[in-house]
């Protein structure tokens, strides 16, 4: 189970802290990472973090985001910078075990960005 936090509403031009808990199983953690989804479109990929912290960054906001992993605490974080109306969107936490291809996601806290 993945518990996110730290959604709501913010300014354009504001920041926000996203962050996202797993539940057990926290053993054999391989990726977890945050995907985002506009009303009425697919849903994108932000950015990734393993468990040996190697980042990989999408091209959907990156430049804005900076994504960060407590192993100890099996928790990832996703602070947001410079955030515009556009990036208003629910942000799903993603999370795969190693030697599992499955997804699982997070319910995904709202963030709408007002201008």
């Known amino acids: 189970q993945l518990v996110e936090s730290g959604g709501g509403l913010v300014q354009a031009g504001g920041s926000l802290n996203l962050s996202c808990t797993a539940s057990?199983?926290?053993?054999?953690?391989?990726?977890m990472g945050w995907y985002r989804q506009i009303s009425g479109m697919q849903r994108d990929w932000v950015a990734t973090i393993s468990r040996a912290g190697s980042i990989v960054y999408g091209d959907t906001m990156k430049g804005r985001v900076t994504i960060s992993r407590d192993n100890a605490k099996n928790t990832v974080y996703m602070q947001m910078n410079s955030l515009r109306p556009e990036d208003k969107a629910v942000y799903y936490c993603?999370?795969?075990?190693?030697?599992?291809?499955?997804?699982?996601w997070g319910k995904g806290p709202q963030v709408p960005v007002s201008s």
């Open positions: 993603n999370l795969i075990y190693f030697g599992r291809s499955a997804n699982h």
């Open positions: 057990a199983p926290t053993l054999g953690i391989k990726t």
